[in-house]
């Protein structure tokens, strides 16, 4: 989903204008931002919390040269979904109203081989 996509949603579902909608979605965006940059933590019961992770200085190697690069400490944002969110993406359900290929299981083998479902069974024939 883009953020176009996300101000269409809010409009719908919120009855708005698609430019209120827009600017409810970037008061959320910028309050989140603002937030974690002021070094606070935001916990959203049933979705999850975002927070702002500290990354020390390493050594890496350029992929290209393989000579050492030193790279710096930096703060990167982290979420992580919270109990309840976990548990409606596992539903059984979760992929109906989507495309369809959500679900965990298919209900017909396509046989189209390159599936990246992780199952070591092959399909049946």
């Known amino acids: 989903m883009t953020k176009a996509e ?3 949603d809010v409009a719908r579902a919120a009855e708005l204008t ?3 909608a827009e600017r409810l979605v970037e008061i959320v965006f910028e309050s989140i931002i ?4 002021s070094g606070e933590k935001i916990e ?7 927070r702002v992770r ?5 050594r890496g190697r350029n992929p290209k040269t393989g000579d050492p690069v030193d790279i710096p400490a930096k703060r990167v944002p982290y979420f992580k979904p919270g109990k309840e969110l976990k ?4 539903e059984p359900n979760a992929g109906a109203t989507s495309s369809g290929d959500g679900g965990s299981t ?3 083998p396509t046989g189209a081989g390159g599936s990246d479902s992780g ?3 092959p399909p049946l024939m």
């Open 6 to 8: 996300l101000v269409e």
């Open 18 to 20: 698609k430019k209120d």
């Open 34 to 37: 603002e937030t974690l940059n």
């Open 44 to 50: 959203l019961r049933g979705f999850g919390s975002f």
């Open 54 to 58: 500290e990354r020390g200085a390493r």
């Open 87 to 90: 548990e409606l993406i596992n």
């Open 106 to 108: 298919p209900s017909t």
């Open 119 to 121: 199952s070591q069974t």
